[in-house]
């Protein structure tokens, strides 16, 4: 069984509002041939259909304040009720507190304990690393989580071997913030079907995606259109084509923000819950999913961790 991840940074389900919410607004004509002709909005969830599920998941776990990314991320990678057991949500990067749970108690550090092979395939760059080493950043969550387990984060070298891919998907995003005028580039579907093939080697693999939650802070709906837009191709490329694909696509969120663009602010909407297989094992992994909690379990199982 193989397991593919993608986390997208701050999206909720919002209302069908093309003034604040791009995904009322962006032009995803695959993922909405996946969802009955529906937009990735609250009033599509639950659907079930042939090749996808949309379930809406609930990130506030009972905790007053908004959802952050640190614990939010922690819930997605144990299982645990993590802002629940502290008594607040908390984020962007982990503190002391959260970072205590994402050490032995994740999907990557389970993974790795039960000999199957696990990566973060989100390649970083060299100046990433000199930050890391210097003190000057923190490790946000998943990263943490994956180093703790004893897995390496992929590199600049990675990423032009074709181990890994960029935040972006595309690889544009190096070459013009990064000045990397040799850095490969990739149109959406191609890495679509490169993000596959790269998944296809390990059991379970996770790739992160934080612009999403960058440009709900902005308020910026030029750029989250583009890049709905952007990963429409992406997930057309990894799901349409003849090539690997997941035995199960998971998408899904730590918190709401990009789908309500009239705050700065996260938000405390539900976050979708988009699987992508075999209809088998879509019903099987949704069974106990009400909020963010369940998805590890989910995963774990499946797994057989």
Request: net charge negative.
């Amino acid at each position: 069984m193989n397991i593919l991840f993608l986390f997208l940074d701050g999206i909720g389900l919002g209302n069908n509002d093309a003034e604040n919410n791009p995904f009322a607004r962006a032009k995803m004509p695959y993922l909405q041939s996946l969802l009955g002709g529906q937009a990735l909005i609250r009033e599509t969830a639950p659907f079930e259909g042939d090749h996808a599920t949309l379930l809406s998941v609930d990130p506030n776990l009972g905790v007053d304040g908004l959802p952050q990314s640190a614990t939010g991320q922690g819930v997605l990678l144990t299982g645990i009720n993590i802002p629940a057991e502290l008594g607040y949500h908390y984020g962007p990067k982990p503190n002391p507190e959260v970072a205590k749970y994402l050490d032995g108690k994740t999907i990557f550090a389970k993974t790795v304990a039960a000999g199957k092979k696990t990566a973060l395939l989100s390649a970083y760059p060299t100046r990433y690393f000199e930050g890391i080493n210097s003190g000057k950043h923190l490790y946000s969550a998943i990263p943490l989580a994956l180093t703790n387990a004893g897995v390496p984060l992929f590199t600049q070298d990675d990423y032009y071997a074709g181990r890994a891919l960029s935040a972006d998907f595309t690889g544009k995003g190096w070459r013009k913030f990064l000045d990397l005028p040799d850095s490969p580039i990739y149109e959406p579907e191609e890495a679509g079907r490169k993000l596959g093939e790269i998944a296809a080697q390990y059991d379970f693999s996770l790739f992160e995606y934080w612009a999403s939650d960058y440009a709900g802070h902005k308020q910026d709906m030029d750029s989250a259109v583009t890049q709905l837009e952007t990963f429409d191709g992406v997930l057309k490329g990894l799901l349409g084509s003849s090539g690997c694909k997941p035995d199960l696509l998971l998408i899904t969120s730590d918190h709401g923000n990009m789908e309500d663009l009239s705050t700065r602010r996260h938000t405390a909407a539900n976050v979708p819950l988009l699987l992508f297989g075999d209809k088998s094992h879509r019903r099987e992994f949704q069974k106990d999913i009400h909020d963010l909690t369940g998805i590890a379990p989910a995963i774990m199982k499946i797994l057989n961790l």
